[in-house]
């Protein structure tokens, strides 16, 4: 598994112009110091919009990089991807934030849901809250697992960083909701690094 450093800055070169100057303001905190690992991301959407590959942020990414000799980690981010769009992003990405959004509300088999429920008795919230957040967030965490093996199928034996993305939703997870996604995304063995709320 590829290993996410500490601090790390999501960047977005939306038309392919500004990967040197959002790399120099990462050389510009390591010079004081602080080392800010750059990943840079655009969407399927986004390409979809402007009309680019994913192949071409990984090129600003690496020409940046070898022009102005860093010599830290970074990466390129798959952002917001889901099983109709990932085959594109394969080669060009090493960061894979998985979306599923649009599944929150889904709803998962009643059996699934209390199996899982009682499997976590550890979690200590009210059992009634804990089933209607399960029956919330279930079935979209396992479409998450669907799509995280996929890519593992696809990418073979090239380390990769997984994000599970829920935020572009009318409102956040709770605390609670996050400790149930959280428990549901360890069931799934999707060995994420970060999730987006």
């Not at 990414?61 to 980690?73: F, M, Q, R, T, Y």
């Not at 959004?101 to 550890?122: K, L, M, N, T, Y």
């Not at 093996?149 to 090239?158: K, S, T």
Request: hydrophobic share 45%; aromatic share 6%.
């Amino acid at each position: 598994m590829l290993i996410l450093e500490k601090f790390s800055i999501g960047i977005g070169d939306r038309f392919a112009h500004q990967a040197k100057a959002q790399l120099r303001a990462c050389m510009m905190a390591s010079a004081q110091g602080v080392t800010v690992v750059p990943v840079w991301n655009k969407s399927n959407r986004e390409h979809n919009i402007v009309g680019s590959e994913p192949g071409s942020v990984r090129a600003a990414a690496d020409a940046a990089v070898a022009e102005l000799g860093w010599k830290l980690p970074y990466h390129v981010d798959a952002d917001h991807i889901n099983l109709t769009n990932l085959d594109r992003f394969i080669d060009a990405s090493d960061f894979y934030t998985i979306d599923v959004a649009s599944a929150i509300g889904q709803p998962a088999a009643p059996d699934d849901v209390q199996a899982f429920v009682d499997r976590h008795a550890e979690i200590a919230i009210p059992r009634e809250t804990f089933t209607h957040i399960a029956e919330k967030y279930l079935a979209a965490v396992r479409q998450a697992g669907a799509i995280y093996r996929r890519i593992a199928e696809l990418r073979g034996d090239r380390e990769f960083i997984t994000e599970v993305s829920m935020d572009e939703t009318d409102s956040p997870q709770t605390p609670p909701e996050l400790l149930v996604i959280l428990a549901a995304i360890a069931d799934e063995q999707i060995p994420i690094q970060t999730i987006a709320p």
